[in-house]
């Protein structure tokens, strides 16, 4: 190449590159995920950072809006015969999986068999259920035992797992092991080439995906239309680091704001916080039924008078009262279950001299507790340092096990003595949204070693669950969640901690973000 040529070459380079760089910034989504994506398939798991993902690359029959009703998603829509004993669901034209191949029937019909199994409102619905058939290739039937008018919400919740349509070859993975590929039917595709184990994970816009012509837009309802061409989750486990970030515009979005550093956040310029989900998250110290000193129900009873909320929910929002509810009960607060029964006991002062006294009583002997909090959720940290200081002012023995948040969902499977590497209590949170009523509750259950760890057997909570599904209305679904309330007050299949909003940030620029979630159609820059 002649040098006239060469710098001619090289000057067009160089005008051109500025150029790129903002096409490429126009059409790239750079957002924080709460934390790192370590389970891709989000029918395995309850962890939120994998629902999130899921809805990215899946869809859903039915989705859910603002109020917490099912509405058509891939499916046209349904009809019901036979008294309520027959649905046919009816799917969308045009619907295509990732590697090209048409979404039928018998696609869906694995799905929901596979979800169902590690779903408790899934489930329930198969429970209900003679016959789940494709007749041909866009009917999904469905043949009652008896009716079951909550069909669509059971198939739409957004609650984890996610009832996610996949194609038939990895829908008929066994539940307990993840699927091999990431191939669903969603708005965006996802980039296993392109992923980083805890540092990146990219997904691009998915050229084939029809969306929905109608439809509110709220939560995972409505048209799914996508804007950007790519979307980069930057894993920031620090909250400095990604709070920083989203200041100096080197990330668009950060889904959590972490509440600590919100005065940072609204002295910054062009950046905007707002609160997603009304339902807030719900904090909950679970106990191993199986092994002392928790298996136990006198113990658990008369612990209650060592739990302050306010100081659990203190420890995250410091004063602003906004951001926090408490008393908490056992479903989430403002939604139509929730209720003040039976909380009495988690108002005013706590006297701990009285509560040393009530567990000798009933028979605490000095047992050590071990406490798992899972170091890397920031909520969850602040939470369980509160929880183990209330715990020990109590007269326990308690030993911390402060691991990595996916390390200790793999110890909680353990069902033995702490000697043998067991667990005696661990910290979590939920979305408001798991505990909006006894159908997908999964820490409400109370059967045994067949459910969620800690394995709470209480037959009452059991036969209340199973009423709540034939009630005519919902002021009979209310009453019947009051009993369930009181029931588990004393029971105590685990402690509720409070309930907190959490908000997030993003940069002004970037509009469009749905009520709900993090999701990521609808999102667009201005």
């Not at 509405?71 to 829509?77: A, E, H, L, R, S």
Request: net charge neutral; aromatic share 10%; with cysteine.
């Amino acid at each position: 190449m002649q040098r006239r040529s060469l710098l001619a070459a090289t000057g067009a380079a160089f005008l051109g590159g500025p150029a790129l760089v903002r096409a490429q910034s126009a059409s790239t989504l750079r957002f924080t995920p709460q934390q790192d994506l370590v389970t891709l398939d989000p029918v395995t798991t309850t962890a939120y950072v994998s629902r999130n993902h899921g809805y990215m690359v899946f869809d859903t029959l039915y989705g859910m809006d603002a109020a917490y009703q099912a509405t058509p998603q891939m499916v046209d829509g349904h009809t019901i015969e036979n008294d309520g004993r027959l649905w046919n669901l009816t799917l969308r034209e045009g619907l295509r999986f990732h590697d090209g191949e048409r979404v039928l029937a018998r696609d869906c019909v694995a799905s929901i068999r596979r979800w169902a199994r590690r779903d408790p409102f899934g489930a329930t619905l198969m429970e209900a259920t003679d016959e789940l058939s494709a007749p041909d290739d866009r009917t999904i039937r469905f043949r009652l035992k008896q009716p079951f008018p909550l069909l669509p919400i059971a198939l739409g919740k957004a609650s984890v797992p996610v009832c996610a349509m996949m194609p038939e070859r990895l829908a008929n993975t066994d539940p307990f092991r993840q699927v091999s590929e990431m191939v669903g039917s969603g708005p965006f595709r996802f980039k296993a080439d392109e992923r980083v184990p805890g540092a990146l994970n990219v997904y691009t816009k998915f050229e084939g995906y029809v969306p929905r012509r109608d439809g509110a837009l709220a939560w995972t309802s409505g048209p799914k239309v996508v804007h950007f061409d790519r979307v980069e989750w930057h894993v920031m486990p620090d909250s400095s680091t990604a709070t920083n970030a989203l200041v100096a515009g080197e990330r668009d979005w950060q889904e959590y704001a972490y509440h600590d550093l919100l005065p940072q956040l609204r002295r910054a310029r062009n950046v905007t916080i707002r609160v997603l989900d009304t339902s807030g998250f719900v904090g909950m110290v679970r106990v191993n039924h199986l092994q002392p000193p928790f298996d136990n129900p006198a113990i658990r009873r008369a612990l209650w008078g060592a739990i302050d909320q306010t100081a659990c929910m203190q420890s995250l929002v410091g004063s602003d009262t906004s951001l926090m509810h408490v008393p908490l009960g056992f479903f989430a607060p403002g939604t139509p279950m929730a209720s003040d029964a039976g909380l009495d006991v988690l108002r005013g002062p706590r006297d701990y001299a009285k509560v040393r006294a009530d567990l000798r009583a009933a028979g605490y002997r000095g047992e050590k507790v071990v406490f798992m909090i899972p170091s890397t959720s920031a909520p969850n940290a602040a939470m369980g340092a509160v929880m183990e200081d209330q715990f020990r002012q109590a007269g326990m023995d308690v030993e911390i096990f402060s691991v990595e948040f996916n390390a200790m969902l793999q110890r909680r499977n353990r069902k033995g003595p702490v000697s043998d590497g067991g667990w005696s209590a661990f910290m979590t949170n939920w979305a408001g949204t798991d505990w909006l009523n006894p159908a997908g509750h999964i820490a409400l259950r109370g059967n045994g070693e067949a459910g969620y760890a800690g394995w709470a057997t209480m037959p009452r909570i059991e036969e209340l669950r199973d009423a709540w599904f034939r009630a005519p209305d919902q002021a009979a679904q209310q009453a019947i969640c009051r009993d369930i309330q009181l029931e588990a007050m004393k029971e105590v299949p685990y402690y509720p901690a409070g309930q907190y909003l959490q908000p997030t940030a993003y940069r002004s620029n970037i509009t469009g973000i749905l009520e709900g979630f993090a999701t990521f159609w609808n999102v667009r820059r201005a």
